[in-house]
């Protein structure tokens, strides 16, 4: 007799056999129990969980001998011919093969005919989306008043593609991804029965790669059989062209830290080794997706098909990192994920997708952003004559020269807390308006007055001060509530005359950050021009 693949030996014959289904499992027992068989079903999730064998048991618990009953006996000629294919009452279609609408029409005369030895003439439609629009509104009056010997079984990876009016005249059931443990139990079962040698540490490879489909796993582990008599870990690895678990740990450090230099290296090995790199794209998504799961959930073990050890090593690894680098580390991996799985050349893909991941390193948040102006306003002299400002005592303010007062003199305990003032107004902006309150930390604190606000623009960001002029009297009510006095804001271009006697400086300390000289190393490229974002004045 020929070899059967593991996938076919081991297809589940009762439902007892189906892992990982329980809800459906059990809602079918008790419908064949209680007698309240419905004439379609339509049975939806990822592939290789089961839909198409709880099709054939459900067809073998309504046809058997003993039945319809919530267990099919096996035994009985009904149950053994659905087993091999070979029953008359049981129609097996590919929807993938058979889309047309003839193929629909000559269903619906044979539904016409009784069985022929069974209770019901059973059809199994298998991938249903994808039979044309045409095919499904001539299915449509036959779901909808079908002859009472008659049950459909729909299967299909893609429930969405299917039009509503066929949906609901079906009973629909959903299968889960199986989990990594479940999947490692079978496993460990079926490798005990056949007698096979492998690693734990290997199968739990496989459970990983099989992501959640039984079928893939038993493939895996019929390839991985027919490549040693003695299965480890590193053959496997070999075998499916993964990479160690040791090297994407390391990758994912450097990938943490910004070390583009490294994270090129890894890569560099990791072709080397022969390993896949759409494999490798894919794991990483997976990796930062887990760290990023364990960084903002304290009970990541209940969501984390992984070990408490695993779990523990995940958190040291973003020990350091803040949830906004993880988030925008991650939704660049999935960006990057895409990428190298369609590209022609897929490790410069790779290479040029994780240095834009570097860039992320370098970035400030908000709050960072806040602390370093509060810091910078601390020690500056900014309100010095670099900008030919007077001093408050010889200049009058805003409304003394518009109205001829006497100069007033400044709230000195307002000037006191102009940092906890610009904190404040920024995060009731925030609250409020997101944009307008990230717009505004671009800006620095020139001065506070009894009657005065007053906040700069460098070159490079003076294009966001006609929005803030626009937004003044928001801004202005803010100020209102969080000082008691009614401020005017008032909006200004910091002084370039330092920036330009630095340009030299500034140029020298850029060529030294290691980032700057990796992507001139990468790209073969040289700086020609350095400008400083106070280079020019705001409009």
Known sequence: MSYIVLARKWRPQNFDDLIGQETVVKTLKNALASGKIVHAYLFSGPRGVGKTSAARILAKSLNCLEGPASEPCGKCRH??????????????????????????????????YAPSSGKYKIYIIDEVHMLSTQAFNALLKTLEEPPAHVIFIFATTEPKKIPPTIQSRCQHHSFRRISKERIKEQLLKIVNAEKINIEEAALEMIARAAD????????????????????????????????????????????????????????????????????????????????????????????????????????????????????????????????????????????????????????????????????????????????????????????????????????????MDKEKIWHGLIRNLDSKEHLLACKLAEAKIINLTASEFIIGFNGGMSVLADSIRNNSQLIEREL??????????????????????????LKKKILSEPLVQDAMRLFNSAIVEVRSLKDKKSE
Do not use: W
């Open 480 to 505: 209102n509530n969080l000082t008691g006095n009614k401020l005017r804001l008032k909006v200004m271009s910091l002084a370039a005359e330092e920036t330009k006697n630095n340009t030299n400086d």
């Open 212 to 415: 959640g489909s039984i079928r893939d796993a038993l493939t895996l582990l019929d390839q991985a059989s027919s490549f040693s008599d003695n299965i480890t870990a590193k053959d496997l690895q070999t075998l499916l062209g993964l990479p160690e678990v040791e090297i994407m740990s390391n990758l994912a450090e450097t990938i943490l830290t910004g070390d583009i230099s490294s994270t090129l290296s890894t890569i560099k090995e990791l072709t080397d080794r022969g390993s896949d790199l759409r494999s490798i794209s894919k794991e990483l998504v997976e990796h930062f997706r887990n760290l990023a799961i364990v960084k903002i959930t304290p009970d990541a073990k209940d969501i984390l098909d992984y070990s408490i050890d695993d779990i523990q090593r995940f958190k040291r690894q973003v020990s350091e990192v803040s949830i906004e680098e993880l988030t925008l580390l991650l939704t660049e991996l999935l960006r990057l994920e895409g990428e190298v799985r369609s590209a022609i050349n897929p490790r410069y893909t790779l290479e040029l997708g994780l240095l834009r991941t570097s860039f992320i390193k370098g970035m400030t948040s908000l709050d960072e952003i806040l602390k370093m102006l509060g810091n910078s306003v601390e020690h500056s002299d900014i309100s010095k004559p670099a900008l030919t400002q007077k001093k408050e005592s010889e200049s009058p303010s805003y409304n003394q020269k518009e109205e001829g007062k006497p100069q007033e003199t400044p709230d000195k305990s307002s000037a």
């Open 79 to 112: 149950c053994q011919a659905i087993t091999e294919g070979s029953s008359v009452d049981v129609f097996e279609i590919d929807g993938a093969s058979n889309t047309g609408v003839d193929d629909v029409r000559e269903l619906r005369e044979s539904v016409k």
